[in-house]
């Protein structure tokens, strides 16, 4: 019996679902590389570049191992460039009796496989993707019932299911969280260590010259390409960050520099999303650090909290929600995208740092995502589609699975709550606790109001001003309208005009 098994480009993981069967003597593995799934969103360069060509080298391992596989390459002539068109091909021409795939991780894919099977006029199975901690049956029935979806409580579930950092039926160390420690400003002599960069084969040379061709009009650069694109290099890069980088991960994985993208950061999330790294081995790895001496807890669990914890539960969100998750806008925020998100040119430092790094390296990290750019985006009230978009083709580790719930859910509150316990929203001074960027800013981190007043001030004030009637009754936000209470009127109505000269022309600024 001749299987076809079509692997998508986030799924190279040689023990993927559709592979654990596989018949070398019969079946055939297709992948392919089509202009649809390269441009729904106008994917950054690095992005399309750093999947091609991992997806080369998957094949490449493949065909090593004696599997036989179909590879389409986007400069093929007959290729149809959709999944399906390459799928119904691949099915005419070889005449397989079955077809089997991983689920996919969006659900735009999923609803597109629906029809496959009658489009291509042979059975097809979808198989769970089972390279996660938490299947979807079991996220679901951890929800079913519950009122309140906190990440908390499912980590805390996750723990104990797994016994990762556990000892006798607690958590190591006594206490499940070590977040409150993982919040240090950096000092003003700091090292960053140098990171471990991967030099382009021939192979990645090739689909860089592709690239650079094909999507030029693209956001963002192919400007020194560092990625790893084999699951060796990716490995190697992980190892380097246990290595060189764990130990202060956890201090300062909330900080920002001036100049400085990655810090201590582990810049692996696009291997384990593209599936090149599991996240059982990264879990079991980072704990290994610790029970060796190489890592305090706060950063060993500080690592696997976003591992096990916060990517398990955003992905169980996504297929416990979609599709009416995406349509969600709770404070109705109507505002276009400003300019300089493609950019990068605004007197604000710190969004013209965070935003010119994601063009060079379709890269930035949880807090320039959440607190710069996700934060304004929030304050100034920007439409949630254009956001989520801008995210998703922004970066290299972005999904739909995993950017829709932190970016709709986290950074902008579009879902009322169900993700995140009260808005992410902060003046000025929260980024300055955390960075240097202010200290090389055009703008006054300390003013609210006059010509040199840091943007980020007066927006915050207009956003609770906006929002009171939604927001004065969550009980994490009483303390901040205690406060703006106790404003005076004036003060109140200067800032406010202040925002509304400012969103009328932010680009501008």
């Not at 986030?10 to 023990?15: C, I, K, V």
């Not at 999944?83 to 991983?102: I, K, N, S, T, W």
């Not at 610790?290 to 706060?298: D, E, F, I, S, T």
């Not at 169900?418 to 929203?425: M, N, T, V």
Request: charged residues 25%; glycine residues 6%; proline residues 4%.
């Amino acid at each position: 019996m001749s299987v076809l098994r079509f692997v998508l480009g986030d799924q190279l993981t040689h023990s993927l679902s559709s592979l654990k069967s596989l018949d070398k003597d019969n079946d055939t593995v297709l992948m392919v590389e089509v202009q649809e799934e390269a441009t729904y969103v106008k994917h950054h360069p690095k992005k399309i570049a750093f999947l091609f060509s991992a997806m080369r080298h998957f094949a490449e391992e493949l065909e090593e191992k004696g599997v036989t596989v179909r590879y389409i390459r986007l400069t093929d002539k007959d290729n149809t460039h959709s999944f399906r068109g390459e799928l119904c091909r691949a099915v005419d021409e070889l005449q397989p009796e079955r077809v089997e795939v991983c689920e996919p991780g969006e659900y735009r894919v999923l609803e597109d496989m629906g029809g496959w099977e009658e489009a291509c006029g042979v059975p097809v199975s979808i198989l769970p993707d089972d390279r996660f901690y938490c299947s979807l049956e079991e996220f679901a029935d951890w929800a079913e019932g519950r009122k309140l979806l906190r990440m908390e409580h499912f980590y805390r579930q996750m723990r104990k299911n797994t016994g990762v950092l556990m000892e006798g039926g607690k958590p190591v160390g006594g206490k499940w969280n070590y977040d409150k420690q993982n919040r240090k400003s950096l000092p003003k002599q700091f090292q960053v260590p140098p990171r471990m960069e991967c030099e382009p084969d021939a192979i990645t040379q090739e689909v860089l010259d592709l690239v650079a061709e094909r999507f030029e009009s693209h956001f963002g650069t192919l400007d020194h390409f560092w990625f790893a694109t084999t699951r060796d290099d990716a490995l190697a890069c992980f190892e380097d960050f246990i290595t060189r980088c764990l130990n202060s991960f956890g201090d300062y994985q909330d900080a920002m520099a001036q100049d400085q993208p990655f810090l201590y950061h582990s810049l692996i999330s696009m291997y384990l999303n593209a599936g090149l790294l599991t996240p059982h081995e990264l879990v079991e790895r980072a704990e290994e650090a610790h029970q060796a001496g190489q890592a305090p807890l706060n950063a060993v669990e500080g690592f696997i909290r976003q591992i096990m914890g916060w990517r398990e539960y955003v992905r169980g969100i996504y297929w416990l929600k979609m599709p009416d998750y995406a349509e969600t806008n709770t404070l109705e925020a109507s505002r276009p995208l400003p300019e300089f998100y493609w950019t990068g040119e605004t007197r604000m430092n710190c969004l013209s740092q965070a935003i010119k790094q994601t063009h060079d390296e379709a890269y930035a990290h949880h807090i320039q995502r959440l607190m710069v750019t996700g934060n304004f985006a929030l304050v100034a009230g920007v439409t949630p589609k254009e956001v989520c978009e801008w995210y998703l083709l922004v970066y290299a580790d972005a999904f739909e699975w995993v950017e829709l719930p932190n970016t709709h859910g986290m950074a902008l509150y579009a879902d009322g709550g169900f993700l995140g316990s009260k808005p992410y929203a902060a003046s000025g001074k929260y980024i300055d606790r955390m960075s240097n960027y202010c200290s090389h800013c055009t703008y006054d981190v300390k003013e609210s109001t006059g010509e040199k007043a840091c943007p980020f001030n007066y927006l915050y004030w207009k956003f609770l001003m906006e929002n009171q009637e939604r927001l004065q009754g969550n009980q994490r936000m009483s303390l901040i309208y205690s406060q703006m209470a106790r404003m005076s009127e004036d003060k109140l109505k200067t800032m406010a005009e202040q925002a509304e000269a400012f969103l009328a022309d932010p680009d501008a600024y």
